[in-house]
């Protein structure tokens, strides 16, 4: 017998996150909102994405956003000149957020008559990944600069997320990125995903983006 204790404690964490994480999610239905968790790497233009999407689809449903950073406010304000009402969540250097956190940040929000609710998390492919937000559904972007590698270095991201933004097409033909393979390598991990590429600074691809995000809020939603 070991003179000490051993606790699995990162099993327990996870356990009571998904608990907190399924009983947001049943709120969330209850009320008609439909929360979307949105990862990628900083950088990589998840703002720039919203903000074009907010603005198709602002006169269609009622949005908010929660902008999720360590530190700044910077996200916020940009978030705020398409009109949508937005509010900044500050982590105190946590890498992620979990259920509990997510819903302080809605109940900041005031989300019950919101149709739509995007949570932009922290910027890392590693943290966010690991822990059920209560979201509906989760969206990630991968950035061309970052390379098709990607999927073979942060497997869970691209298995957990029910779309992916492969944003920055516009300078593919700038950087050793196979499109086709990054594909492949995505589809390997994750038959059902969704394939959107993307170019935030143009708006291509933005439009079907911002339909398929109709579709599931109304799908949510029973219409």
Not at 146 to 161: R, S
Request: net charge negative.
């Amino acid at each position: 017998m070991k003179p000490f204790k051993i606790l699995e404690i990162k099993e327990s964490v996870f356990e009571d996150n998904n608990r907190q994480a399924d009983l947001l999610r049943e709120e969330l239905k209850n009320q008609n909102t439909f929360l979307l968790n949105l990862m990628s790497s900083p950088g990589s233009g998840k703002t720039t994405t919203l903000v074009k999407t907010i603005n198709l689809l602002k006169d269609e449903m009622k949005i908010g956003v929660m902008e999720a950073d360590i530190d700044s406010d910077v996200d916020a304000h940009t978030i705020s000149d398409t009109g949508v009402k937005v509010i900044q969540l500050h982590t105190g250097g946590m890498c992620h957020l979990d259920a509990d956190m997510t819903k302080q940040g809605l109940e900041g929000l005031n989300t019950k008559d919101m149709d739509l609710v995007i949570l932009e998390n922290v910027g890392n492919l590693v943290c966010p990944a690991e822990f059920d937000t209560g979201s509906s559904k989760n969206a990630m972007i991968l950035s061309v600069p970052e390379g098709d590698d990607k999927p073979l270095k942060y497997p869970l991201m691209f298995q957990i997320t029910d779309v992916l933004l492969i944003n920055k097409i516009d300078v593919l033909e700038y950087f050793e990125f196979d499109l086709d393979k990054c594909i492949e390598r995505v589809k390997n991990l994750n038959p059902n995903v969704k394939i959107i590429t993307i170019s935030a600074k143009t708006g291509e691809g933005i439009g079907e983006f911002a339909d398929w995000l109709s579709m599931e809020v109304k799908r949510w939603n029973g219409k």
